[in-house]
């Protein structure tokens, strides 16, 4: 059983910052990648930001030089400060991880509860 837990996620003015946080546990042999995706009311459920077990980051046209992602690999936990948040950063924020558990020999995604983010105009 693998479970992503996360943290951080909250009301902000617009200009203002947030750090979200994503800690993997469970039965896991090896992640190879984890990311953060968000989801505003009505729209689809899009990539903001991955990074590799190498440390190799992408992120969304929209949130380059405002957001960084971060990883620490020896607790799993991957984590996305977001700085200048502008209104249109509202969303929920889900915690996405590529990984390989004890119990099977192919990597799979697994994804967190989703925590809300809110910015104030």
């Known amino acids: 059983q693998v479970q992503l837990v996360e943290s951080g996620g909250g009301l902000v003015q617009a200009g203002g ?10 039965s896991i042999s090896s992640i190879k990648a ?24 992408t992120y969304v ?3 380059k030089g405002r957001f960084t992602i971060s990883r620490d690999n020896a607790k799993n ?6 700085n200048s948040l502008k209104p249109e950063d509202t969303a929920v924020y889900y915690c996405n991880a590529y990984l ?4 099977y020999s192919t990597y799979s995604n697994y994804w967190g509860q989703g925590t809300q983010v809110t910015v104030s105009s």
């Open 17 to 26: 910052s947030l750090r979200l946080s994503c800690a993997a546990s469970g």
């Open 34 to 57: 984890m990311g953060w995706y968000r989801q505003a009311p009505g729209k689809q459920r899009d990539l903001v930001a991955s990074i590799t077990r190498a440390g190799i980051t």
């Open 61 to 63: 046209d929209s949130v």
């Open 77 to 82: 936990t991957v984590y996305l400060q977001m």
């Open 100 to 103: 390989l558990t004890d119990r």
